[in-house]
């Protein structure tokens, strides 16, 4: 990808961007408009991130205790009341929206004991999940912990959604160091990132997805940077306490790894200082910022008898027969070929399309809420023609592009995808079902944001601004139609 030259003078540069301030304020505002609009638990497993926070909060203790209840008395009651967890992926079920039965819920909850808050921490489907996006949603919670459940529910919401900022941040930046500070081009990319619908919703909610799409973005713009500028010891550290960081996010963020570690053989050739000394402080930078992140975690969790790499374990477990994982990879991208083994699938037509795809663009509440297909056959129409253009561009600019930086976002991608699949096969073939969907795909929005970038250059250099206003205009009215959606789901 070919930077541009940088003409920021040097007090500019000092100064944030007003369209980066814009951006972030834009994003941030419509990650709080959908964490009022959201009802309690209504996104996926919500209840179980919650369930996992308050124990954290109340007891000081881990979920998992399989002699204990799943959530606490205080959950349980106020899913009951608001009929939260009996409208979860059902399309039909309402909420419960009788104001007398939520004033007379509060009279009760006054007056009963505090320990109906502390009596949970079962075998809670997130217990697997590392603690660190949890402690700091215990940080909201104890801040309001004399309110009621669901005012404590939006705090930790309100606290969730400020990783998108963070998530934009680190988008322009790694399109600057794509792009050479192309201030258009930056706000192309980081603009996808804050007002792609599915993106503020899972960043107002209380799912640890929130804290693992910035940590993925700071990842994937260090790598590009150790590429860009050249290796050193302290932004190797920075890289590799950040994908630390993510691990204790969600393990799936260990499909960093290989992606990092060719940026640093990759970043050590080009150095070619291939010395005893250099050698020795990356080497030190790099596991040092792993036995700090990861490697504490580690230590922790055995001391707490627990299991520290829960999510992993699982998705090793059991044998692969190789010939069936093709068919199932072959199966979730084209259809299935009269010799192979029929999977079963929640797809309609094919996974890519209807998991991937349209989880990707717009999959509300328990991703139960969609749109039409028509909706998504045309926003399908826009992003092949966006790939199209970023293709050619690439493929137009190849002669001047730093390979190393497309091979070190391909292999964080490939190896997510991987991941992915090599667990959800696991489970379907020890008799489970799906269980994808395509916000897993969202840790990779950074290098979406390139793409758009790419397509946004392929343009005559006149028209590029008018590019940029139709693409964030096109997500502000899907944003809009998204809203809408989940409004008349919920309150029509």
Not at 183 to 191: D, I, N, P, S, Y
């Given at each position: 990808?070919?930077?541009?030259?940088?003409?920021?003078?040097?007090?500019?540069?000092?100064?944030p961007?007003?369209?980066?301030?814009?951006?972030?304020?834009?994003?941030?505002?419509?990650?709080?408009?959908?964490?009022?609009?959201?009802?309690?638990f209504?996104?996926?497993?919500?209840?179980?991130?919650?369930?996992?926070?308050?124990?954290?909060?109340e007891?000081?203790?881990?979920?998992?205790?399989?002699?204990?209840?799943?959530?606490?008395?205080?959950?349980l009651?106020?899913?009951?009341?608001?009929?939260?967890?009996?409208?979860?992926?059902?399309?039909?079920v309402?909420?419960?929206?009788?104001?007398?039965?939520?004033?007379?819920w509060?009279?009760?909850?006054?007056?009963?004991?505090?320990?109906?808050?502390?009596?949970?921490?079962?075998?809670n489907?997130?217990?697997?999940?590392?603690?660190?996006?949890?402690l700091?949603?215990?940080?909201?919670?104890?801040?309001?912990?004399g309110?009621d459940?669901f005012?404590?529910?939006?705090?930790?919401r309100?606290?969730?959604?400020l990783?998108?900022?963070v998530?934009?941040?680190?988008a322009?930046?790694?399109?600057?160091?794509?792009?050479g500070?192309?201030?258009?081009?930056?706000?192309?990319a980081?603009?996808?990132v804050?007002?792609?619908?599915?993106m503020?919703?899972?960043?107002s909610s209380?799912?640890?997805?929130?804290?693992?799409?910035?940590?993925?973005?700071?990842a994937?713009w260090?790598?590009?940077?150790?590429?860009r500028?050249?290796?050193?010891a302290p932004?190797?550290?920075?890289?590799f306490?950040t994908?630390?960081?993510?691990i204790?996010?969600?393990?799936?963020?260990y499909?960093l790894?290989?992606?990092?570690?060719?940026?640093?053989?990759?970043?050590?050739?080009?150095?070619?200082a291939?010395?005893?000394a250099?050698?020795?402080?990356?080497?030190?930078a790099?596991?040092?910022?792993?036995?700090?992140?990861?490697?504490a975690?580690?230590?922790?969790?055995?001391?707490?008898?627990?299991?520290?790499?829960?999510q992993v374990?699982?998705?090793?477990?059991?044998?692969?027969n190789?010939?069936?994982?093709?068919?199932?990879?072959?199966?979730?991208?084209f259809?299935?070929?009269?010799?192979?083994t029929?999977?079963p699938t929640?797809a309609?037509?094919?996974?890519?399309?209807?998991?991937?795809?349209?989880?990707?663009?717009?999959?509300?509440g328990?991703?139960e809420?969609v749109?039409?297909n028509?909706?998504?056959?045309?926003i399908l129409?826009?992003?092949?023609?966006?790939?199209?253009?970023?293709?050619?561009?690439?493929?137009?600019?190849?002669?001047?592009?730093?390979?190393?930086?497309?091979?070190?976002?391909?292999?964080?991608?490939?190896?997510?995808l991987?991941?992915?699949?090599w667990?959800?096969?696991g489970?379907?073939?020890?008799?489970?079902?799906?269980v994808?969907?395509?916000?897993?795909l969202?840790?990779?929005?950074?290098?979406?944001?390139?793409v758009?970038?790419?397509?946004?250059?392929?343009?005559?250099?006149?028209?590029r601004p008018?590019a940029?206003?139709?693409a964030l205009?096109?997500?502000?009215?899907?944003?809009?139609?998204?809203?809408?959606?989940v409004?008349?789901?919920?309150?029509?």
């Amino acid at each position: 990808m070919r930077p541009v030259a940088d003409t920021v003078s040097p007090r500019a540069r000092r100064r944030p961007p007003a369209t980066l301030l814009a951006l972030l304020g834009a994003s941030l505002l419509l990650a709080w408009v959908w964490a009022w609009v959201s009802p309690p638990f209504q996104s996926p497993d919500e209840n179980s991130h919650f369930g996992y926070v308050q124990t954290l909060a109340e007891t000081g203790d881990l979920p998992g205790d399989p002699a204990r209840p799943l959530f606490s008395t205080e959950q349980l009651e106020a899913g009951s009341v608001s009929n939260a967890d009996q409208a979860a992926a059902q399309r039909t079920v309402k909420m419960n929206w009788d104001r007398r039965a939520f004033e007379e819920w509060l009279r009760t909850s006054e007056r009963q004991p505090s320990d109906v808050r502390q009596n949970g921490g079962g075998p809670n489907p997130a217990a697997a999940n590392p603690p660190l996006y949890y402690l700091v949603e215990a940080i909201p919670y104890l801040a309001v912990k004399g309110s009621d459940l669901f005012a404590r529910l939006l705090a930790m919401r309100l606290v969730s959604a400020l990783w998108l900022g963070v998530t934009v941040l680190a988008a322009w930046l790694l399109a600057g160091e794509v792009f050479g500070r192309d201030r258009l081009l930056q706000l192309a990319a980081a603009g996808l990132v804050g007002l792609a619908p599915m993106m503020s919703f899972v960043s107002s909610s209380v799912n640890p997805d929130a804290m693992l799409f910035p940590a993925w973005t700071v990842a994937l713009w260090l790598g590009v940077r150790i590429l860009r500028r050249g290796i050193t010891a302290p932004v190797v550290a920075a890289l590799f306490a950040t994908i630390g960081l993510a691990i204790i996010v969600k393990a799936v963020s260990y499909a960093l790894l290989p992606a990092a570690l060719f940026v640093v053989a990759v970043g050590l050739f080009r150095r070619r200082a291939w010395t005893p000394a250099v050698l020795a402080r990356v080497g030190v930078a790099a596991a040092g910022a792993l036995a700090a992140t990861v490697g504490a975690w580690f230590v922790i969790a055995n001391a707490l008898s627990r299991p520290a790499a829960a999510q992993v374990s699982a998705a090793s477990a059991g044998g692969r027969n190789f010939r069936e994982l093709f068919s199932y990879g072959w199966q979730y991208y084209f259809p299935r070929l009269p010799f192979m083994t029929d999977f079963p699938t929640v797809a309609h037509t094919i996974p890519v399309y209807d998991v991937w795809f349209k989880g990707v663009w717009g999959a509300f509440g328990w991703t139960e809420i969609v749109f039409r297909n028509r909706v998504y056959l045309a926003i399908l129409a826009v992003t092949v023609v966006v790939v199209v253009a970023a293709a050619t561009e690439l493929w137009r600019t190849r002669a001047s592009s730093d390979k190393a930086i497309g091979v070190f976002l391909a292999l964080a991608a490939v190896a997510l995808l991987a991941g992915l699949h090599w667990s959800e096969y696991g489970i379907i073939s020890g008799g489970g079902g799906n269980v994808n969907q395509g916000r897993y795909l969202l840790p990779l929005v950074g290098i979406a944001g390139l793409v758009l970038a790419l397509a946004v250059r392929r343009v005559a250099v006149k028209w590029r601004p008018l590019a940029v206003g139709g693409a964030l205009g096109g997500l502000m009215v899907l944003q809009l139609l998204s809203l809408t959606l989940v409004i008349t789901r919920f309150y029509a």
